[in-house]
C-alpha cells in the first residue's frame, strides 16, 4: 500500500472532485475561516493542522494562479456551467462569486497585482453576464462546441 503525501492525498481525494477551476477556488476559499486560515479535517487528522493548512494554502495559491491564468473565455462558460447548475442567472453567478470572495487568493495575495487582476477579471464577468441578459440569452458566450477533427489528407500517389 503507498502512502500518499500530504499534497498528493489532498489533491487526489479532496480536490478531484472538482472539474472546473470556478468551484475549486470556491471549495477553497470555504475553507478558510475568518483569519485566513484553513480548516480541514480529515487533512488535520491525517497530517497535524499545521501540515494540513500549509497543504490547502499550496493548493489555493496553485488554483488562484490558474485562474489568473485561464482565458476569459474558459471562465466566463464556467460561469454559464455552474449558474445553470444552481438554476440562477450567470449574472447573480458572478455577483455572488464576488460577494462571497469565492475567488479570493491565498490570504498573501489580498492585495497588489493577483487582487487587481482577479477584480479585473470579475468586473469582465459581470459585464459579459449583463451583456448576455441583455440579448436575452444565458450569457454573452455560449460554451463552445467541440472542434471538428483534423485529419491529414490522404496521399493519393502512395495507393
Known amino acids: 500500500m503507498k502512502i500518499l503525501s500530504a499534497t498528493e492525498d489532498f489533491e487526489r481525494v479532496s480536490l478531484a472532485a472538482f472539474a472546473r477551476v470556478l468551484e475549486k477556488l470556491a471549495y477553497l476559499a470555504g475553507l478558510q475561516d475568518k483569519d ?8 488535520a487528522k491525517s ?17 488562484f494562479a490558474e485562474y489568473l491564468r ?3 473565455h474558459k471562465l466566463a462558460e464556467e460561469v454559464v456551467t455552474l449558474a445553470h447548475q444552481e438554476g440562477i442567472p450567470g449574472e447573480a453567478y458572478v455577483q455572488r462569486l464576488e460577494q462571497n470572495a469565492r475567488v479570493k487568493g491565498p490570504p498573501e495575495v489580498k492585495k497588489g497585482a493577483p487582487a487587481k487582476h482577479s477584480a479585473a477579471v470579475i468586473l469582465a ?4 453576464a449583463r451583456a448576455g441578459r441583455s440579448a436575452g440569452r444565458q450569457s454573452a458566450w455560449q460554451p463552445r462546441p467541440p472542434a471538428p ?5 490522404v496521399d493519393t500517389c502512395s495507393l
Open 36 to 43: 485566513g486560515r484553513y480548516q480541514h479535517w480529515g487533512m
Open 47 to 63: 497530517y497535524g493542522q499545521e501540515a494540513a493548512s500549509k497543504t490547502i494554502a499550496e493548493a489555493h495559491g496553485r488554483a
Open 70 to 72: 485561464a482565458p476569459l
Open 125 to 128: 464577468l459581470k459585464k459579459i
Open 149 to 153: 477533427e483534423l485529419r491529414r489528407p
